[in-house]
């Protein structure tokens, strides 16, 4: 079976998650994790093994791009403070308001996000192929019709939710 990255971790999400939200252990909210039964639950295993190459590069590419990102960030801001000091009338909250205003403008970081941004969404539209099994498949199938809508699905996700309808409820 081939979809797109984003397709498969949308799937991956609904698997994971309920769309409710609840709270957690340290008191903050968190997504509600999806609750399935026996035969269910091995089969979502069965699915995260199938796609689980496709996943860890993925995130392993999106932490690299975004460290790179925050490299940049943080040798400008080094730059910055060098060029711009703190003046004496300066609160600390404010000389970090005009340095971070002048990271924000910076061109050549703007540059670099919009290529990592890019690279980013050339990743996620990139196809995977991967095997699950019919029973595998009839209970994705089953909780994407059933539950997808409601864990959320972004506007962005649009391309994605048509993708998966094509391939997996055809």
Known sequence: MKLSTNAILLLKYTLSYSGQIEVGQNGQDVLSPRKLNGEESSQ?????????????????????????????????????????????????????????????????????????????????????????????????????VKYGDQCGFMPNDDKSVEEIERVICA
């Not at 069965?46 to 796609?51: A, E, I, Q």
């Not at 308001?97 to 910076?106: D, F, G, Q």
């Open 44 to 144: 979502r295993r069965h699915f995260f093994k199938s796609v689980e190459e496709v996943t860890t590069n993925y995130d392993k590419m999106l932490r690299e791009e975004q460290n790179k990102v925050m490299y940049v960030q943080n040798k400008l801001k080094e730059d910055l403070k060098k060029e711009f000091t703190k003046l004496e009338t300066e609160k600390d909250e404010e000389y970090e308001e005009r340095i971070n205003k002048k990271i924000v403008e910076n061109k050549e970081l703007i540059e670099r996000v919009e290529e990592i941004n890019k690279i980013i969404k050339d990743k996620q539209e990139e196809e995977q192929e991967f095997d699950i099994t019919p029973k595998t498949l009839e209970v994705v199938k089953k909780y994407f």
